[in-house]
Every structure is written in structure tokens, then in C-alpha cells.
């Protein structure tokens, strides 16, 4: 969404129109639309690319989540192991 | 001490749900404070810069742009800290598991439990330190709320933009651009001590298995040498 969105509009609004133009820019017009564009996208961005990234630490701790239990069916394992070895 | 950290850590799934939840909680948050900015922003600039209820909406639009960033990061940060609890418990059942296979071993040939080293007991007070600088950075962040609000509570073109050195505006505007790059210094100096106990949590399970694989390698050299 930025790259598609906001880029173009940012480059539209602020290359463009010089800035009394901008600022003159009447309710409802193009201009103050895209002014809205710029204003309310990157506030809803920015916790999305939050999210995306706690998504990906959620992840991570997931698969770190899993050893315990990898660890814990092998120490059972190795339990019943160790005396078939020779071990006692 | 060491038994309430090792009762916590097995709460790691806890703390990493939470830390989702915040994230969330933040999105929504974001969403609703970017709708109050398209509804501020459907107006042109003079009615922006003028009528008082507007003054009022963007004040909410910005006190919540400083104060949301560092919930966001405490959600993260619950999230990374249940990552170095889950490694906690890895930790501990990986020497668990190393003494209940030695104690099985001939006496001699056993090596005993090495004395828990530093980096194992340190790993937990740097993961706190993290959490003690993201909360104390939400925690100021908020109180920095009220000045913030109060500062874009007025009009802008009749009332901020004329402001006049020595004026409460300007002194509250320089608080606020005073205090954000502070803000900022520790909410990364919190995420650099998180991501250190993780760093460092790993080095401790790295060297638990160096250790645990160099001592089944004297025992088997020990027994091979016994054998006929």
C-alpha cells in the first residue's frame, strides 16, 4: 500500500501544486482528497507493519515453544535408552 | 529468586499471547486515530486551522501518535521476552536432562554438574532491564499525553503559529520536541537489552550442548578403551 498508494499521491500533492495552491484547496476537491490519502494511510500502516512483524516473532517463539516438548519426549527416551546400552 | 524466574519462565506462551494482544490492541487503535486524521483532513486549511472542535480532534490524532509507538513496542517486547523465557526452559531442561543421563554414569567416568554459569543466570536481569526501559518509556510517553493535548487544544492559525518566545505554547512545544528523541533513545535502548538476552540466552544453550557432547565423548573414549 505504500509503495502503491502513497508514493504516487505524495509525489502528485507535494510536486505538482505549489503551496498556496494546496492550501487553498477547497472541500471535496482532488487535492484535499489526496491530503487525506497522505494523512490517514501511513497512521494505519505503521501498526500494521507491526503487526506483520509480532507475527513473524510469534512465529519464531512458536518453533522455540516446540523444543521443550522435543526435549522433554527425549529425555524420556533416553531414560529407557541408556539401560538397554549397557548403561545402568 | 532463582525458583519464582523458573516458575515464570514456563509461562512463556502467557507473555507471548499478551504481547500479540498489545500489538492488536495497537492496530485497532491506529485504525480508529487514522480515521480521526481523514476526518480532520476532509477539512480545508482554514477551517482546520481555526475552528475549536477540529483543534480538539487533532490534539486526540497526536497525543496518540507519541504515546502508541511505545505500546506497540511493549507489546513486541512481551513477545521477545517470552522468546528468552521459552530458551529459559530449554536451557534448564537440557541440563536436566545432561544430569539425569550422567547419574547413570560409573563415578569416575562422571564429570558432575558444572556450577551454572554467568551468562545463564545473567540472561534473565538483561531481558528485565529491556522490559524496566519499554515500561518506564510508556509510562513517561503518557505523562508527556497531557502536554501534547494541551498544546494542540488551540487554533493554529489563531493561536499556535503566533506564539511569541516565553509563551506557554512554546515552552510546551519545546517539551514535547525535547522529550520525543528521548523517548525514542529508550524505547531502542529496551529493545537492544531483549534482543541481547535472547543473544545471550543462545550462547548459554550453545555451550550446555559443547559441553554435554564433549563429555559423552570422553565417555565413550573411556569405555572403547575398556572394551576387549
Known sequence: MGVLALAPTASAYWGINAKAVRDAAPVGSALLAQLNTLAWWPKLLEPLTFLGVASFMVGIAMEFAAIPHILDRRTAVLTKALPLMGVK | MEKMLQSMMKKFPWFIGMGFMIVIVALIIGAINAGNSANYYAFDKVTRETRADLALLLASVESTIVWLPYFKFL????????????????????????????????????????????????FPMIMMMGWILLIAGLIWALSLNGVVVSYWDHSIAGELNPAQPGSTLLQQLAVIQGTLPWLNTLRFLGMAFLFTGITVALTVIIRTLQFQEKALEKFVQARSAKAP
Open chain 2, 75 to 122: 507489546g513486541v517486547a512481551m513477545i521477545l521476552g517470552g522468546i528468552t523465557m521459552a530458551l529459559g526452559v530449554i536451557i534448564q531442561i537440557l541440563r536436566d536432562l545432561g544430569n539425569s543421563v550422567m547419574a547413570r554414569w560409573p563415578a569416575d567416568l562422571n564429570p558432575g554438574t558444572p556450577e551454572k554459569p554467568m551468562a545463564a543466570k545473567l
